[in-house]
């Protein structure tokens, strides 16, 4: 009985160990940049967090605690010097035994925010020096004018030099006043001409100056900014794909996905094809076509524009209503490498978005990620008849969220 207790007891406590050390998060990367006045701040973590704001003096410094989160090995006691008027330096710490601590040395107004995509997994942004310094008394103090006794010798000696060098200047000054005429009467000249040409710079040096929109300046932290990206929404026009059990139909679903995915995807600079925009099919032949040169239609349109990425949307099915989950499906002898990557990420973040179960990433041979010249993937979303998944599906809210499930995955891929 002893020995079970005190077994029973060691399990408790290793379990209580176990928990302890458990974190939802590492910090794993810290990276800044120089911006007019100001520094950006960006934390690469592994999974989201959420954090604490706060400030203190003496130096005035802002501090981020960030929740449930472990500081990476390689980073134990970072410190940077920051070349900047708005923030000194940085130091990041492991506070305690589940907070993370950044603190940044600035006066200046500090905005945090948060986005779902980073080289492994999430990233906080911080940006310094976005609104205007906070004034320092002592800084800012007058200095008292230096009081300097002079002796009479001293100021005989000053005022004989005093005259001495008014003779000079009397006699310089009427040879460089002729100069200065002659030097006068050109730059009249020039200043005319070269006026029109500095209002021309000050016009565009006023436009440069202007601080950019944040979500513009965020299109370069995504990736998307310029990326060609081709969405298929599957089936359309006399094919309705699979039908849920309230009749909900696979090619409505996957074109009001793709529609809001679309939406999102531009807002971020990305440059968005889609195969079809309304329900009719993509071949030239319409319902005519054949099943192949239906499929072969949707990955020339990829193939021609020599798009990035290519994304098939579609909803399983199956006899049995019970089956659910998501699953994203790629290749696996592309002669692009990256298209496991790519149904992995989107995958997850679909998943993480509608709450679906995963169902993994898998190889397949589907023809539209076959003959796809680029990174693609077919994305099964979720089950249609699976009376769940399927209201999920059919409701506004699962659309957005499906929508923004592959945007972070696509902003995953390319982060």
């Given at each position: ?29 810290v990276r800044y940049s120089y911006g007019s006045g100001t ?230 600079g990305a440059n968005v094809i889609m195969t079809r925009r ?138």
């Amino acid at each position: 009985m002893t020995r079970k207790f005190l077994l029973s007891l060691l399990l408790f406590l290793l379990g209580i160990s176990a928990f302890k050390i458990s974190y939802a998060a590492t910090l794993e990367n810290v990276r800044y940049s120089y911006g007019s006045g100001t520094v950006r701040i960006v934390l690469d973590l592994t999974d989201k967090t959420d954090f604490e704001e706060s400030t203190a003096e003496n130096p005035s410094r802002s501090i981020i605690d960030l929740q449930n989160t472990r500081v990476a090995p390689n980073l134990h006691n970072y410190s940077a010097e920051l070349n900047s008027t708005a923030a000194k330096k940085i130091r990041v710490a492991q506070f305690n035994s589940n907070t993370t601590r950044i603190v940044i040395e600035t006066m200046a107004a500090v905005n945090i925010f948060k986005l779902n995509n980073g080289p492994s997994g999430y990233r906080i942004v911080i940006d310094v020096g976005n609104a205007a310094f906070k004034e320092n008394p002592e800084l800012n103090k007058p200095k008292e004018p230096e009081i300097k006794i002079e002796t009479p010798k001293e100021e005989k000696e000053l005022k004989d030099d005093k005259k001495s060098k008014e003779d000079k200047k009397s006699k310089d000054d009427k040879k460089s006043k002729d100069d200065k005429k002659s030097k006068d009467d050109k730059k009249s000249k020039d200043d005319k001409k070269s006026k029109d040409d500095r209002k021309s710079k000050d016009d565009k040096k006023s436009k440069d100056d202007e601080p950019k929109n944040i979500e513009d300046d965020l299109k370069e932290l995504t990736g998307l900014d310029g990326k060609t990206i081709v969405i298929d929404p599957g089936h359309g026009g006399g094919d309705a794909g699979a039908i849920g059990p309230t009749g909900v139909m696979e090619k409505s679903v996957t074109l009001r996905v793709s529609l809001e995915l679309e939406k999102l995807l531009k807002a971020e600079g990305a440059n968005v094809i889609m195969t079809r925009r309304t329900d009719k099919p993509v071949s030239p032949r319409g319902d005519s076509a054949s099943a192949i040169e239906e499929l072969q239609a949707r990955c020339d349109v990829a193939n021609r524009l020599k798009a990035d990425i290519f994304i098939s949307i579609h909803a399983d099915s199956f006899t049995n209503p019970d089956a659910r989950g998501s699953t994203g499906y790629y290749y696996e002898k592309s002669t692009s490498p990256d298209g496991r990557r790519l149904a992995d990420a989107i995958r997850r973040g679909l998943c993480e978005q509608i709450q679906t179960p995963s169902r993994g990433t898998k190889p397949c041979n589907f023809y539209v990620v076959r003959h796809t010249d680029m990174p693609a993937t077919l994305l099964e979303l979720a089950f249609i008849s699976n009376p769940e998944e399927e209201k999920i599906l059919d409701s506004e809210e699962g659309i957005k969220k499906a929508a923004q499930g592959i945007l972070d995955g696509i902003e995953d891929y390319f982060g």
